[in-house]
């Protein structure tokens, strides 16, 4: 899975479509029995590996699911406190997945309207006049591809640095986004994307652009 | 081919029949005119993205690049047709599209007695003014002779108003 993610902000900076396209490399499910030798703690609203670093469970991985039911921060899936339930001996043996603590909805949110208003210091520390905003954004293991339209709307890509093919990934976004968002009648602009069909031309696309990418098929 | 002009026979139709029941819903020619604008404002507001992302034209640097890229790219692109450009020499901003052919009129014959102010087409302004507002460009579009009504051209005027300002930041586009 070389397309990471995609994210789509409005005029006002406001994410109204957002998309995970991986799986996380390093996860981990373990089964345990009373008591847990991992120090955990809350961070973040989240249960997180504080001290007791083993295998390949690391300081600062999060509970992920309990028993392969997603836990919901820090209360499980049926509402019961995560550190409760791992602090009684009757609950156990327990399986317990960690892992890299995905981004909340709240901070995607947060993080689109961040990267909104970043944006326009590209235009702004340009010796050009005229100069477009941040259109690549690198780092050692992503880089995040940036296209605005003349009309305001960012698309963004997160990839692998190898990945090629980006930017007509992005124009071909772009159309998706103009044919299955736009042209539904009840799809009001600006407004969350919450269309069937723009979600399965979206991954439709991303498949066939990592197919292209450096890694061939069948990568 | 032939799926082509049947699609444009359904689509001619099917805004003859949109006007056809304006005019049942309102009487005054004025309510008609303003509800085909407004319709063709919404249009016009989604149209854009579809033609910026299938055309993949550069941003226009001028009032008269712009209405030279609706005239000869966009007209083209949805109506298979290019009206030719002129600009007023009395008033600065204005524009004037003129429309040799309209597939839209192609079966209207005149208009009914007692709608001598109906603008059959004025969708059109309403498109051409939704899409302009989306790039951050305010004009006045509106039909200034209709060979409909009598006049000896078909003529869309458009004036470019002061520039919409974007937030403070944007100054790129």
Same mark, same amino acid.
């Given at each position: 899975m070389a397309i990471f993610s995609v994210y789509?902000?409005?005029?006002?900076?406001?994410?109204?479509?957002q998309l995970d396209h991986y799986a996380p490399r390093s996860?981990?499910?373990?089964?345990?029995?009373?008591?847990?030798?991992?120090?955990?703690?809350?961070?973040?609203?989240?249960?997180?590996?504080?001290?007791?670093?083993?295998?390949?469970?690391?300081?600062?991985?999060?509970?992920?699911?309990?028993?392969?039911?997603?836990?919901?921060?820090?209360?499980?899936?049926?509402?019961?406190?995560?550190?409760?339930?791992?602090?009684?001996?009757?609950?156990?043996?327990?399986?317990?997945?960690?892992?890299r603590p995905r981004l909340?909805?709240?901070e995607k949110?947060?993080l689109a309207?961040m990267f909104?208003?970043l944006?326009?210091?590209?235009?702004?520390?340009?010796?050009?006049?005229?100069?477009?905003?941040i259109e690549m954004l690198e780092t050692d293991t992503f880089k995040l591809h940036c296209f605005?339209?003349?009309?305001?709307?960012k698309f963004v890509v997160l990839a692998d640095p190898r990945q090629a093919g980006i930017e007509?990934l992005l124009?071909?976004?772009?159309?998706?986004?103009?044919?299955?968002?736009?042209?539904?009648?009840?799809?009001?602009?600006?407004?969350?994307?919450?269309?069937?069909?723009?979600?399965?031309?979206?991954?439709?696309?991303l498949?066939?652009a990592e197919?292209?990418g450096p890694f061939?098929?069948?990568s | 081919?032939?799926?082509?002009?049947?699609?444009?026979?359904?689509?001619?139709?099917?805004?003859?029949?949109?006007?056809? *029941?304006?005019?049942?819903?309102?009487?005054?020619?004025?309510?008609?005119?303003?509800?085909?604008?407004?319709?063709?404002?919404?249009?016009?507001?989604?149209?854009?993205?579809?033609?910026?992302?299938?055309?993949?034209?550069?941003?226009?640097?001028?009032?008269?690049?712009?209405?030279?890229?609706?005239? *000869?790219?966009?007209?083209?692109?949805?109506?298979?047709?290019?009206?030719?450009?002129?600009?007023?020499?009395?008033?600065?901003?204005?524009?004037?599209?003129?429309?040799?052919?309209?597939?839209?009129?192609?079966?209207?014959?005149?208009?009914?007695?007692?709608?001598?102010?109906?603008?059959?087409?004025?969708?059109?302004?309403?498109?051409?003014?939704?899409?302009?507002?989306?790039?951050?460009?305010?004009?006045?579009?509106?039909?200034? *002779?209709?060979?409909?009504?009598?006049?000896?051209?078909?003529?869309?005027?458009?004036?470019?108003?002061?520039?919409?300002?974007?937030?403070?930041?944007?100054?790129?586009?």
């Amino acid at each position: 899975m070389a397309i990471f993610s995609v994210y789509v902000v409005n005029k006002a900076g406001g994410l109204i479509y957002q998309l995970d396209h991986y799986a996380p490399r390093s996860e981990t499910e373990k089964t345990f029995s009373f008591p847990l030798d991992l120090v955990l703690k809350l961070h973040d609203e989240r249960v997180v590996v504080a001290f007791g670093q083993r295998d390949s469970i690391r300081v600062g991985h999060a509970i992920l699911s309990i028993n392969g039911v997603d836990v919901n921060g820090k209360y499980t899936a049926d509402g019961k406190e995560v550190l409760e339930y791992l602090g009684n001996p009757a609950n156990y043996p327990v399986s317990i997945r960690f892992g890299r603590p995905r981004l909340s909805s709240n901070e995607k949110l947060m993080l689109a309207s961040m990267f909104h208003s970043l944006f326009a210091i590209g235009s702004q520390l340009s010796p050009e006049l005229g100069s477009s905003g941040i259109e690549m954004l690198e780092t050692d293991t992503f880089k995040l591809h940036c296209f605005q339209t003349l009309t305001g709307i960012k698309f963004v890509v997160l990839a692998d640095p190898r990945q090629a093919g980006i930017e007509s990934l992005l124009r071909k976004i772009y159309e998706i986004y103009s044919d299955f968002a736009l042209k539904n009648p009840f799809y009001s602009l600006e407004m969350p994307i919450r269309c069937e069909l723009f979600d399965q031309n979206l991954k439709l696309a991303l498949e066939v652009a990592e197919k292209t990418g450096p890694f061939g098929p069948g990568s | 081919g032939c799926c082509n002009s049947c699609r444009r026979e359904l689509f001619v139709l099917t805004y003859g029949a949109l006007v056809a *029941q304006l005019c049942k819903d309102y009487e005054k020619d004025e309510d008609v005119n303003k509800y085909l604008d407004r319709m063709g404002y919404d249009i016009g507001i989604r149209l854009v993205e579809d033609f910026l992302a299938r055309s993949a034209v550069k941003k226009c640097r001028s009032y008269s690049e712009t209405v030279d890229m609706i005239a *000869q790219v966009a007209f083209k692109m949805y109506l298979g047709i290019t009206p030719s450009v002129s600009r007023s020499n009395t008033t600065e901003n204005e524009f004037f599209l003129i429309l040799e052919n309209n597939p839209l009129v192609d079966f209207v014959e005149e208009l009914p007695a007692g709608r001598t102010s109906l603008c059959y087409c004025n969708i059109l302004c309403g498109v051409i003014r939704g899409a302009l507002e989306m790039v951050h460009l305010a004009a006045e579009v509106n039909f200034i *002779q209709d060979r409909l009504k009598g006049d000896d051209f078909t003529e869309i005027g458009i004036t470019f108003l002061k520039k919409l300002e974007d937030k403070k930041h944007k100054r790129n586009k």
